[in-house]
């Protein structure tokens, strides 16, 4: 049994996808930082970067909308942000009651909210773009280039791996759940909730113990192959001059973008 | 010829106190493919932790001529090469390829040498065109003859598998079987496959609470039925 829903890579033969990954992280991170800097309203700026974004979709062979299409799914999170639409002061637009509180909406609050909504809607986009465009290994790899602390990308690197290993196993609890789930002739299927809500617990141990367990064996796997505190691996990416003129020439972009946000 | 492994009086508790090896001896000749038998719980696993010191009890291991010991246990581990009963225990690095070198790395060679070693244990295993594959798309057959590929490319003296054909499907296992009988290299090998004794191994170890019950030729092993039932074991 295979769990490849966390993987997101999107094998196809672009521009994009034969950069060096270096150059990909460094962009994306580049563009997100842009975005985050940018001052509130700064709806020409937002504008190209979108277009800039359109342009990596192009060279990607993805098309067009692929990142559009599936940037939806982070918004939820720009929700966090609502309460700036009543925290800051500017003019009253609107003023209305929830449950006992007395909430106006100020235009400063307003554009503030759309600021960020714009900019969380840009970033997710590029970022779903970078793991459609590098296998997740090469995102590793590129931030050990990167200086990356080496702690931090074998944590990565781990959680990667076995995430897929745990995620099966969830589904394997379940599976063995589901199947015990039955009903007898007549009667309705399951327990009151305080039981129901006992065993899901108890699974959620189970997953933990096996996980723990494993942590001990993979480790013991690693002594065994001369393990000793230090992760070392090999990683042949070499940078070619498209890499640099590439990489130049979107960072320029996206300076260019900052200026014309606060013209 | 040449004792690879000798182990003598081997003790060794978990800490919940439960004894798991209560004094344990045998010795592994240079070429020696040994199979290692015996019922669940029956310290057939512990043992193999302590031939390149993961766990370390009371008692005498020696690896070629150096006792083990704390010292030089790196030197150990490139010379016994442990391959796990699980694969997703064995193969924690994103890729095959980064898989197989952990091993050579670690061990402190050069890029070009890691490289080469790499080629060598997966051309070994059939599996060269392996390389950039991630380890979490492979079947489990797969897995398992990567395992095996991540220790050969530490060019051990002796090969120590657990349960290498559990959970395999006939194909699976018979690619397994012939790959063990072609690998020229000392091997012991822990199973339930009796089958697999039976065409594999010359040389049969049964293990119980513990101890060695019997050591001897496996022919013999298998003929003696009273000993196989008195261990929980079945003739093929």
Same mark, same amino acid.
């Given at each position: 049994?295979?769990?490849?829903?966390?993987?997101?890579?999107?094998?196809?033969? $672009?521009?994009?996808?034969?950069?060096?990954?270096? /150059?990909? +992280?460094?962009?994306?991170?580049?563009?997100?930082?842009?975005?985050?800097?940018?001052?509130?309203?700064?709806?020409?700026?937002?504008?190209?970067?979108?277009?800039?974004?359109?342009? /990596?979709?192009?060279?990607?062979?993805? %098309?067009?909308?692929?990142?559009?299409?599936?940037?939806?799914?982070?918004?939820?999170?720009?929700?966090?942000?609502?309460? +700036?639409?009543?925290? &800051?002061?500017?003019?009253?637009?609107?003023?209305?009651?929830?449950?006992?509180?007395?909430?106006?909406?100020?235009?400063?609050?307003?554009?503030?909210?759309?600021?960020?909504?714009?900019?969380?809607?840009?970033?997710?986009?590029?970022?779903?773009?970078?793991?459609?465009?590098?296998?997740?290994?090469?995102? /590793?790899?590129?931030?050990?280039?990167?200086?990356?602390?080496?702690?931090?990308?074998?944590? &990565?690197?781990?959680?990667?791996?076995?995430?897929?290993?745990?995620?099966?196993?969830?589904?394997?609890?379940?599976?063995?759940?589901?199947?015990?789930?039955?009903?007898?002739?007549? $009667?309705?299927?399951?327990?009151?909730?305080?039981?129901?809500?006992?065993?899901?617990?108890?699974?959620?141990?189970?997953?933990?113990?096996?996980?723990?367990?494993?942590?001990?064996? /993979?480790?013991?796997?690693?002594?065994?192959? %001369?393990?000793?505190?230090?992760?070392?691996?090999?990683?042949?990416?070499?940078?070619?001059? &498209?890499?640099?003129?590439?990489?130049?020439?979107?960072? $320029?972009?996206?300076?260019?973008?900052?200026? &014309?946000?606060?013209? | 010829?040449?004792?690879?492994?000798?182990?003598? *009086?081997?003790?060794?508790?978990?800490?919940?106190?439960?004894?798991?090896?209560?004094?344990?001896?045998?010795?592994?000749?240079?070429?020696?493919?040994?199979?290692?038998?015996?019922?669940?719980?029956?310290?057939?696993?512990?043992?193999?932790?302590?031939?390149?010191?993961?766990?370390?009890?009371?008692? #005498?291991?020696?690896?070629?001529?150096?006792?083990?010991?704390?010292?030089?246990?790196?030197?150990?581990?490139?010379?016994?090469?442990?391959?796990?009963?699980?694969? #997703?225990?064995?193969?924690?690095?994103?890729?095959?390829?980064? #898989?197989?070198?952990?091993?050579?790395?670690?061990?402190?060679?050069?890029?070009?040498?890691?490289?080469?070693?790499?080629?060598?244990?997966?051309?070994?295993?059939?599996?060269?065109?392996?390389?950039?594959?991630?380890?979490?798309?492979?079947?489990?057959?797969?897995?398992?003859?990567?395992?095996?590929?991540?220790?050969?490319?530490?060019?051990?003296?002796?090969?120590?598998?657990?349960?290498?054909?559990?959970?395999?499907?006939?194909?699976?296992?018979?690619?397994?079987?012939?790959?063990?009988?072609?690998?020229?290299?000392?091997?012991?090998?822990?199973?339930? *496959?009796?089958?697999?004794?039976?065409?594999?191994?010359?040389?049969?170890?049964?293990?119980?609470?513990?101890?060695?019950?019997?050591?001897?030729?496996?022919?013999?092993?298998?003929?003696?039925?009273?000993?196989?039932?008195?261990?929980?074991?079945?003739?093929?």
């Amino acid at each position: 049994m295979h769990s490849d829903a966390f993987d997101r890579y999107h094998d196809t033969e $672009s521009f994009i996808h034969r950069l060096d990954p270096r /150059v990909k +992280v460094v962009v994306t991170i580049a563009f997100i930082l842009s975005n985050a800097l940018l001052p509130d309203g700064a709806w020409l700026a937002f504008g190209l970067a979108w277009l800039f974004l359109l342009l /990596v979709n192009a060279l990607s062979n993805l %098309g067009l909308g692929f990142t559009f299409k599936r940037s939806f799914v982070a918004l939820p999170f720009a929700l966090v942000a609502i309460t +700036v639409l009543f925290s &800051i002061p500017g003019k009253p637009v609107s003023t209305f009651h929830f449950l006992m509180w007395k909430l106006t909406v100020t235009d400063m609050g307003l554009l503030r909210f759309m600021s960020i909504l714009v900019r969380s809607w840009l970033s997710v986009q590029m970022a779903i773009m970078l793991v459609a465009v590098a296998r997740f290994p090469d995102i /590793v790899h590129a931030l050990e280039h990167l200086r990356v602390p080496s702690i931090l990308t074998t944590i &990565i690197a781990f959680l990667y791996r076995y995430l897929f290993v745990l995620v099966d196993e969830v589904f394997r609890l379940l599976r063995a759940r589901e199947s015990r789930s039955a009903a007898a002739a007549g $009667s309705r299927s399951g327990g009151s909730v305080a039981w129901r809500a006992r065993v899901a617990g108890n699974m959620a141990g189970q997953l933990f113990l096996r996980s723990y367990e494993r942590s001990d064996r /993979v480790y013991n796997a690693m002594l065994a192959r %001369g393990y000793a505190g230090h992760l070392m691996t090999i990683n042949p990416h070499e940078l070619r001059n &498209i890499d640099y003129v590439t990489a130049v020439l979107a960072i $320029s972009l996206i300076l260019l973008l900052q200026v &014309i946000g606060r013209l | 010829m040449t004792n690879v492994i000798a182990v003598r *009086d081997l003790h060794f508790s978990y800490h919940d106190h439960h004894a798991a090896l209560k004094g344990v001896s045998f010795e592994l000749c240079e070429g020696d493919k040994v199979a290692l038998v015996g019922p669940n719980g029956a310290g057939k696993s512990t043992l193999m932790l302590h031939l390149n010191g993961i766990l370390t009890g009371q008692g #005498d291991v020696m690896v070629g001529n150096a006792r083990l010991t704390r010292a030089n246990l790196p030197a150990i581990r490139a010379m016994v090469g442990l391959v796990f009963q699980n694969p #997703d225990d064995q193969l924690f690095s994103p890729t095959v390829f980064e #898989d197989v070198a952990f091993g050579p790395l670690h061990m402190g060679l050069s890029r070009d040498e890691v490289t080469a070693r790499v080629e060598t244990a997966l051309n070994a295993v059939r599996m060269s065109n392996y390389r950039d594959r991630l380890s979490h798309h492979l079947s489990v057959g797969e897995k398992k003859r990567i395992a095996i590929a991540t220790v050969l490319s530490m060019n051990p003296q002796i090969l120590v598998l657990d349960e290498p054909s559990a959970g395999l499907d006939p194909r699976a296992r018979r690619t397994l079987i012939n790959l063990l009988r072609e690998l020229p290299i000392t091997m012991l090998v822990s199973t339930h *496959d009796m089958k697999l004794v039976e065409e594999l191994f010359p040389r049969t170890i049964v293990m119980d609470e513990g101890l060695i019950v019997a050591d001897g030729k496996t022919k013999d092993i298998l003929a003696d039925s009273k000993l196989l039932e008195a261990h929980g074991l079945e003739r093929p």
